[in-house]
T-cell receptor, first 110, second 116 residues
């Protein structure tokens, strides 16, 4: 299957700090998705990206579709305690399947 | 809102037992998926289904089977549970990607299985 490498694996930050994480693929993707999984819940879609170079925001979250189409980035500005969770990138392998990154676990210290 | 419901949030089973994990979605989605989530490994696809009675293997199908007798229901079966199947299992559903539709997956809350 596809390999999506996500980094960093975990982050411990102070409230108010900015966060950056990225995801790289061994293949070209036409879509990148970013999900967040809160403790005890299933992942929920945050941002969807459809075009190389695209930059999309959702509140304090900003995601970019890398121009090589093999990578994507997620930034969170001015983190707050409710940002805690695991963030996953995902990309479609075929029209219906998605492959997920290994996840970035975010802890925000008040 | 799309609702994906997994029948059991927590299960404890013994080695060799047969385990059924049930998943129901209420949005008439064609596609349904079972993933396994383990620390450091992310979400790995076990099986998926595009339609009733249709199933396809994902990356890690060994030790698992699935059943999709009705469109809204997708079951994951562990014929003989083993300790290395202790994990979080996530069910998801989606529409096929099309104009105006990302094909995004909607997930259930997960079923945490412990095999002793």
């Amino acid at each position: 299957g596809q390999q999506l490498n996500q980094s960093p694996q975990s982050m411990f930050i102070q409230e108010g700090e900015d966060v950056s994480m990225n995801c790289t693929s061994s293949s070209i993707f036409n879509t990148w998705l970013w999900y967040k999984q809160e403790p005890g819940e299933g992942p929920v879609l945050l941002i969807a990206l459809y075009k190389a170079g695209e930059l999309t925001s959702n509140g304090r979250l900003t995601a970019q579709f890398g121009i090589t189409r093999k990578d994507s980035f997620l930034n969170i500005s001015a983190s707050i305690p409710s940002d805690v969770g695991i963030y996953f990138c995902a990309g479609p392998w075929t029209g219906n399947q998605f492959y997920f990154g290994t996840g970035t676990s975010l802890t925000v210290i008040p | 809102d799309v609702k994906v419901t997994q029948s059991s949030r927590y299960l404890v089973k013994r080695t060799g037992e047969k385990v059924f994990l049930e998943c129901v979605q209420d949005m008439d989605h064609e596609n349904m998926f079972w993933y396994r989530q383990d620390p450091g490994l992310g979400l790995r696809l076990i099986y998926f289904s595009y339609d009733v009675k249709m199933k396809e293997k994902g990356d890690i199908p060994e030790g698992y089977s699935v059943s999709r007798e009705k469109k809204e229901r997708f079951s994951l079966i562990l014929e003989s549970a083993s300790t290395n199947q202790t994990s979080m299992y996530l069910c998801a559903s989606s529409l096929p990607p099309a104009d105006g539709n990302t094909g995004e997956l909607f997930f259930g809350e997960g079923s945490r299985l412990t095999v002793l």
